[in-house]
């Protein structure tokens, strides 16, 4: 018998309900807003908070010296905990209602804040939430389209109707790095149109001082196009032993007598980490021996026997079989012991459902609350309104306020220091897309193909291939515009082959010539164009540059379009994988979609490529030739050299 069919009961444990009491300094409505913010006068700089959560960001804008006066969100439990923290107003409101989003822009413009940050839901775009949601809609219990997808428009258009002098925007990596890029490419242009320079990047926590493995999207946007320098990286990763080694063992399961005012008794290291101390920081004198919320969930005795079994290399499919209730090969890292001496996995609003994710690194238990929001760096200070899994959830949910310091506190110099911003993104597309409509022969005709197969078959044949073979080979294959006539050809396209040196490609073609017709709807899509052989994702992607079907164009991250991104940009390590710094470097190149021009994505994405291809070559590059070279950081970097 295994252990699904086994009967492991846990005896149900809950509680305790936090409740919070409201900041001495806050205020019930926008007209009080208005008149204390009035009477406080400026000694700070002002913040608004839109989709706030349980207010990780806003604690991190606070450390780096604003007030933050307004924080506005939907979820009443989490605006508990905020309003504890925070002086000024808190809004429960659903900013995808139109009413709502008018009344916070309103107020925001009288406020006259410095900075508006925020950030969006983020379940739409992260990898977790889209499963979650596809599982659902296929169940029938939400709609196909999730509103809170759109939900950054609400941001942009308070940010636009605003005007601050600074914008901090917070999201998941797939937001920015998703196939087009289409949203971030449409924040970057509307806020460039209106005067913004704007700043991206994708910045791990534990880079910063946060000891997890998180990786978030970050935008900063500076009126009157200001400059801006991300925080550097703190050098050495900070582990889970810094941020809890110092909280007291702890049963699973545990609830203190007296509730939710029950506590553990607490003795400060000899020598306490850096992150101890930040933790342990700002705590009322009746409370610096005094650890609250270290509770969790009681542990099942066949997750007692696996936990004891486990240390932090132990993946789930190393479990002995007998006692797993989940298919190793699907949920392969479905329990995890962490390790003391390594960052944490990323806390994520799933730690509300189990704990699995986060199992102690010594102890037989998973993490307690106080563990969590250690891990993503809120100070002990901060308690969590609502029960143990509204907790969590708000926890998972948050910007870690260490890493929210860090850029909150960049942009302060920013702001102080007032030094112009590189070109934008903007003008980069604008000048590429000019150069490459006016150009005339192409280095890669087949970025203008009559058809998608075109490009595709040009690609497996002539990819790497000299130019004299590409002038030579390109009228022929220009002609053979479809999978069949190229079938029809073969005699026709072996010859080319051969003359320009490439007949060892010619099975690849044909290959995917012959799927293509047995298949050919698999050529209407970019992701099904890849099940052919030989077609890779970014053969497809190039390929889709001349698809009329599709409306914005995929970003094709590859080695000349990492070499032009880095160039310019004067960036040092890019990757190429998907959701990498790379294809955020590659999307800096484009510009989107805004109020007064249409998405040209496809002509500047093509023109990033030929560029790489004929004048920003890996050897001898052409830069005296190149559209961009007044703006590319190497060739000044190496002109002030040659000077």
């Given at each position: 018998m ?5 009967n ?7 509680g305790p309900?936090?409740t919070?009491?409201?900041h001495?300094?806050?205020v ?14 400026r000694?700070?700089p002002?913040?608004a908070?839109l989709?706030?959560?349980a207010?990780g960001?806003?604690?991190g ?7 933050v ?27 995808s209602?139109r ?11 009288k ?23 596809r599982?659902l809609?296929?169940?029938?219990i939400r709609?196909e389209?999730d ?14 109707r605003?005007?601050?002098r600074?914008?901090?925007l917070?999201?998941v990596?797939d937001?920015?790095?998703t196939?087009?890029?289409a ?15 704007v700043h991206?990047a994708l910045?791990?926590?534990?880079d910063?001082g946060v ?5 978030r999207?970050f ?7 200001i400059?801006f320098?991300?925080?550097?990286a703190?050098g050495?990763?900070?582990t ?9 063992p702890?049963?699973?399961?545990w ?5 939710a ?15 101890v101390r930040?933790?342990r ?15 969790t969930?009681?542990?099942?005795d066949?997750?007692?026997v696996?936990?004891?079994s486990?240390d ?5 499919s190393?479990?002995d079989e ?5 298919r190793?090969d ?9 390790d003391?001496?390594?960052p944490?996995?990323s ?7 189990d ?17 969590a929001?250690r891990?993503q760096t809120?100070?002990d200070?901060v ?19 260490l890493l ?8 302060r110099?920013?702001l102080r220091?007032?030094?112009?911003a ?8 604008g000048c590429?897309t ?8 192409l280095?890669?005709p ?6 998608v197969w075109s490009a ?24 053979l ?6 079938i029809e050809?073969v005699?026709?396209?072996?010859d ?7 007949a060892?490609r010619v ?8 799927w293509?017709?047995?298949n050919?709807?698999d050529l209407?899509t970019i992701k099904t164009r890849?099940?052919a052989?030989?077609?890779t994702p970014?053969?497809?992607?190039i390929a ?10 995929p970003?094709v991250v590859?080695?000349?379009?990492l070499?032009?991104a ?9 990757q190429?994988?998907?959701g990498s710094?790379?294809?955020l470097a ?12 249409p ?5 500047s994405?093509a023109?990033?490529?030929e ?21 590319c950081a ?10």
């Amino acid at each position: 018998m295994n252990a699904s069919q086994r009967n492991y009961r846990v005896g149900l444990v809950r509680g305790p309900v936090v409740t919070i009491p409201r900041h001495p300094d806050a205020v019930d409505s926008p007209t009080k807003l208005l008149d204390w913010a009035a009477s406080r006068g400026r000694k700070r700089p002002r913040a608004a908070d839109l989709f706030c959560g349980a207010g990780g960001l806003s604690v991190g804008l606070s450390e780096a010296g604003y007030d933050v006066v307004l924080g506005v969100d939907n979820d009443r439990v989490a605006l508990e905990t905020y309003a504890g923290l925070h002086p000024g107003l808190v809004l429960c409101r659903d900013l995808s209602e139109r009413e709502a989003l008018d009344e916070v822009a309103d107020l925001i413009c009288k406020l006259d804040v410095e900075i508006v940050a925020g950030g969006p839901p983020c379940q739409p775009f992260s990898r977790a939430g889209k499963s979650k949601i596809r599982s659902l809609v296929q169940a029938g219990i939400r709609p196909e389209h999730d509103n809170r997808r759109d939900l950054w428009r609400a941001f942009l258009e308070v940010v636009l109707r605003a005007r601050p002098r600074a914008v901090l925007l917070e999201n998941v990596p797939d937001m920015a790095v998703t196939s087009d890029t289409a949203i971030v490419r449409t924040l970057v242009s509307e806020l460039e149109a209106e005067g913004y320079a704007v700043h991206t990047a994708l910045l791990r926590a534990c880079d910063h001082g946060v000891p997890q493995l998180r990786n978030r999207f970050f935008l900063v946007a500076l009126a009157k196009g200001i400059g801006f320098e991300w925080p550097d990286a703190s050098g050495a990763l900070a582990t889970v032993k810094d941020a809890i080694i110092d909280l007291p063992p702890v049963e699973g399961g545990w609830r203190p007598v007296a509730g939710a005012d029950g506590f553990l008794p607490y003795e400060t290291p000899v020598e306490p980490s850096a992150l101890v101390r930040r933790a342990r920081d700002g705590l009322d004198a009746e409370d610096e021996h005094r650890i609250y919320d270290h509770i969790t969930r009681p542990v099942r005795d066949d997750d007692r026997v696996i936990f004891e079994s486990m240390d932090s290399t132990t993946r789930y499919s190393d479990v002995d079989e007998s006692l797993r209730r989940y298919r190793a090969d699907i949920f392969d890292d479905k329990y995890k012991r962490l390790d003391w001496d390594k960052p944490s996995r990323s806390i994520t609003a799933h730690i509300a459902r189990d704990g699995y994710w986060y199992i102690h690194p010594d102890q037989t238990r998973t993490l307690t609350v106080r563990e969590a929001a250690r891990l993503q760096t809120f100070p002990d200070r901060v308690r969590f309104a609502g029960p143990p899994s509204a907790a969590f959830r708000h926890i998972g949910n948050a910007v870690p306020p260490l890493l929210a310091e860090q850029v909150a506190s960049s942009i302060r110099e920013a702001l102080r220091r007032s030094e112009p911003a590189r070109a934008s993104s903007t003008y980069l597309s604008g000048c590429i897309t000019a150069w490459f409509e006016h150009k005339g022969d192409l280095g890669l005709p087949w970025l203008e193909a009559p058809t998608v197969w075109s490009a595709l078959q040009a690609q497996l044949l002539l990819r790497g291939a000299r130019s004299d073979a590409v002038k030579t080979a390109w009228p022929t294959l220009e002609k053979l515009d479809s999978p069949e006539r190229t079938i029809e050809s073969v005699d026709e396209l072996r010859d080319l082959a051969l003359l320009i040196g490439r007949a060892r490609r010619v099975p690849q073609v044909l290959g995917a010539a012959r799927w293509y017709v047995e298949n050919p709807s698999d050529l209407d899509t970019i992701k099904t164009r890849t099940r052919a052989p030989r077609v890779t994702p970014q053969v497809a992607a190039i390929a889709a540059l001349v698809d009329p079907v599709i409306e914005s164009a995929p970003v094709v991250v590859n080695q000349g379009s990492l070499r032009v991104a880095s160039r310019v940009l004067g960036l040092q390590v890019l990757q190429q994988r998907p959701g990498s710094d790379g294809r955020l470097a590659v999307t800096r190149l484009l510009a989107g979609p805004s109020a007064g021009r249409p998405d040209d994505s496809r002509t500047s994405m093509a023109a990033v490529l030929e560029l790489a291809a004929t004048l920003c070559k890996a050897r001898d590059p052409l830069c005296s030739e190149c559209p961009l070279n007044s703006k590319c950081a190497w060739y000044s970097s190496r002109s002030a050299q040659v000077q």
